[in-house]
């Protein structure tokens, strides 16, 4: 069917809106007119006819940007409204979505939880020591302990072979093994790397939105080990971390400066 797309979306007056939060404009709608240039032929007036609207190659695709100059700006929904048989009208939503977890502009939700940690490591990770008649103790603490958190939206392209599970699974569980976002090595810890598809049918370029979810610890996120005297069951009093306690390296390191894809 020949068809034509009214406003060129390039021009001036084209009908766009934009909402903005927080100095950055996060959704644009852009509405386009699809008109029948073929009179023999039009979409129906059964309900399949928007799907047939929708089909139609001149009209921006899931995963789409908007243009060169919003690389960051996907077209993640469309909807349609049959004018007449042979007329529709199509308003395309996009979003704004950073391409890398270093993005300077990262809208980011970030919270600050507390946790229940019981540790027998003081703040600036030295073992704690009560005393009493003169006999010295290690000390064991359970406290609300602050916990840091950044979540964010992120689209990667995925190549042809790489499924997300495999980015998914190559991310949770990792902590950064150089200073990232002002902590030092080993005190962001991913927690989750959740994808969903932008453009589940592309067949090629398959974009996904990987949700992440880092948290942060200043002591550093992996659990630490002490030995016990046998005969008290307790540590004893001034052990030398390396000799007498030590952290377990449980997470394993990654390049949080190295993108996932």
Request: aromatic fraction near 8%; include cysteine; proline fraction near 10%.
């Amino acid at each position: 069917m020949a068809t034509t797309v009214s406003p060129n979306p390039l021009v001036a007056g084209a009908p766009f809106g934009a909402s903005e939060r927080g100095s950055v404009v996060r959704n644009v709608t852009q509405t386009l007119w699809l008109t029948s240039t073929d009179h023999a032929t039009d979409w129906g007036t059964d309900a399949a006819a928007p799907g047939r609207v929708l089909n139609d190659t001149k009209l921006p695709l899931a995963g789409d940007i908007l243009d060169a100059t919003f690389p960051n700006m996907f077209c993640v929904g469309r909807s349609v409204q049959m004018e007449m048989p042979e007329r529709a009208r199509v308003t395309i939503e996009y979003e704004y979505f950073p391409t890398s977890i270093n993005a300077s502009l990262l809208p980011a939700a970030t919270t600050a939880g507390l946790k229940q940690v019981t540790t027998e490591l003081d703040r600036q990770g030295l073992p704690i020591v009560v005393t009493h008649n003169s006999q010295n103790q290690n000390g064991e603490i359970s406290v609300l302990d602050p916990e840091p958190t950044i979540a964010a939206d992120v689209v990667y392209t995925l190549p042809a072979g790489l499924l997300p599970d495999a980015v998914m699974a190559a991310w949770v569980g990792a902590t950064n093994n150089n200073p990232w976002r002002g902590g030092i090595t080993g005190t962001w810890l991913c927690q989750r790397c959740d994808p969903r598809p932008l453009n589940a049918f592309a067949g090629a370029d398959i974009k996904y939105i990987f949700s992440f979810q880092m948290v942060y610890d200043p002591t550093g996120q992996d659990p630490a080990v002490f030995w016990k005297d046998p005969a008290t069951g307790r540590p004893p009093a001034n052990l030398v971390l390396g000799t007498g306690y030590g952290t377990v390296p449980w997470h394993f390191p990654k390049n949080f400066m190295s993108e996932p894809i």
